[in-house]
């Protein structure tokens, strides 16, 4: 709304002044004094011509008033102007850049996404990978199920598993999941290759039988 006045009121003054240039400039054309002796001279020589010979008023100018009034209504809107800009730019700055709109993710969409990443870690930095398995799976808990795990220990997540609509070995999943992740992560338990590959295969498992399901009957 006040990019359109602001290019409005511009476009009003510059109107104006292009209008006002010319008759700022424009004067009065002087006039010669004539001799009182050569007034009648010019009366009784001037011929008599018809009233439609006379020749049309010339236009000399506007007034000294005139151009002033012109000249503060020009001021004036260059004042409007300057406000209308000022604050289309306050505006702006208020309601801050505009932010591109966030894609929606599903949170299993986003724990596979996740678990394509993990996968790499299971060769080289175990600790890493039950931290990054374990952070996961607490994440696809709290968008899949509304449960706060990402701020839950495992002692206080672990409990709170049997009010989940799933089924007791998906449950046991989750459980086992810790079980062997807290270990290596806080104790510093070398993990074995055979666990890690059962216990991420087990993940990715209870994120796509947990998925929301679409009414035709596909995973969303």
Same mark, same amino acid.
């Given at each position: !709304?006040?990019? &359109? @006045?602001?290019?409005? *009121?511009?476009?009003?003054?510059?109107? +104006? @002044?292009?209008?006002?240039?010319?008759? @700022? &400039?424009?004067?009065?054309?002087?006039?010669?004094?004539?001799?009182?002796?050569?007034?009648?001279?010019?009366?009784?020589?001037?011929?008599?011509?018809?009233?439609?010979?006379?020749? $049309?008023? /010339?236009?000399?100018?506007?007034?000294?008033?005139?151009?002033?009034? !012109? @000249?503060?209504?020009?001021?004036? #809107?260059?004042?409007? =102007?300057? %406000? /209308?800009? *000022?604050?289309?730019?306050?505006?702006?700055?208020?309601?801050?850049?505009?932010?591109?709109?966030?894609? &929606?993710?599903?949170?299993?969409? #986003?724990?596979? !996404?996740? +678990?394509?990443?993990?996968?790499? =870690?299971?060769?080289?930095?175990?600790?890493?990978?039950?931290?990054?398995?374990?952070?996961?799976?607490?994440?696809?808990?709290? *968008?899949?199920?509304?449960?706060?795990? $990402?701020?839950?220990?495992?002692?206080? +997540? +672990?409990?709170? /598993?049997?009010?989940?609509?799933?089924?007791?070995?998906?449950?046991?999943?989750?459980?086992? /999941?810790?079980?062997?992740?807290?270990?290596?992560?806080?104790?510093?338990?070398?993990?074995?290759?055979?666990?890690?590959?059962?216990?991420?295969?087990?993940?990715?498992?209870?994120?796509?039988?947990?998925?929301?399901?679409?009414?035709?009957?596909? %995973?969303?």
């Amino acid at each position: !709304m006040m990019k &359109y @006045l602001a290019r409005m *009121g511009l476009s009003v003054c510059l109107l +104006l @002044l292009f209008l006002m240039v010319p008759c @700022l &400039y424009a004067e009065e054309p002087p006039q010669p004094p004539a001799s009182p002796s050569a007034v009648p001279q010019a009366i009784e020589k001037a011929p008599m011509t018809d009233i439609h010979d006379i020749a $049309p008023p /010339l236009f000399t100018g506007f007034s000294s008033g005139a151009k002033k009034a !012109m @000249l503060y209504g020009g001021i004036a #809107l260059g004042v409007v =102007l300057l %406000v /209308l800009v *000022g604050l289309w730019l306050w505006f702006r700055r208020k309601q801050g850049p505009k932010k591109a709109p966030e894609i &929606y993710q599903p949170p299993d969409v #986003l724990a596979l !996404m996740a +678990l394509d990443r993990i996968e790499a =870690l299971m060769s080289r930095d175990g600790k890493a990978f039950y931290f990054e398995l374990s952070e996961a799976a607490k994440h696809y808990l709290k *968008g899949r199920f509304g449960l706060n795990a $990402p701020e839950m220990t495992a002692e206080e +997540l +672990l409990p709170r /598993l049997t009010g989940l609509p799933v089924t007791p070995d998906q449950k046991k999943t989750v459980s086992t /999941l810790f079980a062997h992740a807290e270990p290596v992560k806080f104790a510093g338990l070398t993990p074995d290759a055979n666990t890690m590959a059962e216990d991420f295969s087990a993940t990715r498992s209870f994120v796509t039988e947990t998925a929301p399901v679409a009414e035709s009957g596909e %995973v969303k």
